[in-house]
């Protein structure tokens, strides 16, 4: 006699219902970040290390997971990924004191030496500021302070006079001044993440050249920690990389990585 059908698929609805429940009950990005720091609390860097990276890898990025990414690979001796999570902590967020206080406390004892530009204190305010501010608001501020500049001016042209009464003019003034604050400060923030984009070098010793080429003629050496401009890419891998000391050269880009975080698929 045929055993009943459902013996036969009671063992693949229990598998599916296991299945699902993992599905369900897998963890969120938020519940990993915290997992990480109650690992990194316990002293246990290389978990907390992996699981930040893992979410940095699938596009969860933002500025406290960088640098908390930075501080599990600075425990971990490893001070090329370290600079890194703070060089791109202060790229996303300029007021990232303490990445900025671990970047000074950290250079020092690089193997690389280099004289950093100098830096009025006025544009660290600036992007303190560029940060601060959403596109978005900025966009939405020049839009609705353009139109009512639009229509004070259209009040003035309906006029019999074309002229505008005092209380006009202040209105004009009021709504033309954050139209054109908004504008110059969405032409900043455009001017910010598009300018020279920099990479540290991860690797422990990389070799500069005088040409995209292995065979082209060895100038310095780099070493892990050390920030880059990154003036251009070329065929083969290649990048061709400025120091603040106006050396320039080409160096492989497997041994470096860009400070600005790829965008997530």
Not at 103 to 122: G, N, T, V
Not at 188 to 193: G, H
Not at 206 to 216: C, D, K, T
Request: aromatic fraction near 8%.
């Amino acid at each position: 006699m045929p055993a009943p059908r459902s013996r036969n698929i009671l063992p693949l609805l229990l598998l599916l219902v296991a299945l699902l429940g993992g599905v369900t009950h897998a963890a969120t990005p938020d519940q990993r970040f915290d997992q990480a720091l109650k690992a990194y609390a316990k002293g246990d860097f290389q978990t907390a290390a992996t699981t930040w990276q893992a979410l940095v890898d699938e596009g969860h990025g933002s500025p406290e997971l960088v640098y908390n990414l930075g501080n599990a690979y600075y425990r971990l001796g490893d001070a090329g990924r370290a600079v890194l999570g703070w060089e791109r902590a202060l790229w996303m967020d300029p007021r990232q004191r303490d990445a900025r206080a671990n970047l000074e406390l950290i250079r020092p004892r690089l193997a690389d030496q280099l004289e950093a530009p100098m830096r009025l204190p006025l544009w660290n305010w600036v992007d303190g500021v560029l940060a601060a501010l959403p596109t978005a608001l900025l966009a939405w501020t020049c839009l609705v302070a353009s139109l009512a500049s639009g229509a004070v001016g259209a009040w003035r042209m309906l006029r019999a006079d074309r002229r505008l009464p005092a209380v006009g003019r202040l209105l004009l003034l009021m709504f033309l001044l954050p139209a054109l604050s908004a504008v110059a400060l969405l032409f900043l923030q455009d001017w910010r993440l598009g300018s020279q984009p920099r990479a540290v070098v991860l690797d422990a010793k990389i070799e500069v050249r005088a040409a995209p080429s292995p065979g082209a003629v060895a100038q310095f050496d780099l070493h892990a920690g050390t920030v880059v401009d990154i003036l251009r890419t070329g065929d083969g891998g290649w990048l061709e990389v400025a120091l603040p000391d106006a050396r320039s050269g080409w160096t492989l880009a497997t041994g470096v990585e860009a400070v600005r975080l790829p965008v997530a698929p």
